[in-house]
């Protein structure tokens, strides 16, 4: 099993030398003491461009990691694709704003 989900954009360069140190000073834990860990570079609706960008008002949450680099923990990951999250509800499309929502639901 894996400690974490890591999404990137096709475009986005991943240097491992500064991810792994990264991990090292946020001391991530490995599965299973990982709980409800959701990281990255955070944004909030005003970064987005709220309030000229209506689609910033579809935010259910103060911060989103932003697309181009963001990880969960393994039980967030099982919670956004199970039964339990209401995705049809805090769906749209922008896909990191998206899993936000469903992170923090």
Same mark, same amino acid.
Do not use: W
């Given at each position: =099993?894996?400690?974490?989900?890591?999404?990137?954009?096709?475009?986005?360069?991943?240097?491992?030398?500064?991810?792994?140190?990264?991990?090292? =000073?946020?001391?991530?834990?490995?599965?299973?003491?990982?709980?409800?860990?959701?990281? *990255?570079?955070?944004?909030?609706?005003?970064?987005? *461009?709220?309030? @000229?960008?209506?689609?910033?008002?579809?935010?259910?949450?103060?911060?989103?990691?932003? *697309?181009?680099? !963001?990880?969960?923990?393994?039980?967030?990951?099982? !919670?956004?694709?199970?039964?339990?999250?209401? =995705?049809?509800?805090?769906?749209?499309?922008? @896909?990191?704003?998206?899993? *936000?929502?469903?992170?923090?639901?």
């Amino acid at each position: =099993r894996f400690d974490y989900i890591v999404k990137t954009d096709s475009d986005a360069v991943l240097y491992p030398y500064a991810f792994f140190d990264m991990v090292q =000073r946020h001391h991530l834990q490995p599965y299973p003491n990982n709980p409800l860990v959701y990281g *990255g570079s955070p944004f909030d609706k005003y970064m987005c *461009g709220f309030p @000229e960008h209506d689609h910033c008002v579809h935010l259910q949450t103060p911060t989103y990691m932003g *697309g181009a680099f !963001y990880f969960l923990s393994i039980d967030l990951a099982d !919670y956004i694709t199970g039964p339990d999250c209401p =995705r049809s509800q805090l769906f749209f499309p922008h @896909e990191d704003m998206t899993t *936000g929502n469903y992170v923090y639901s």
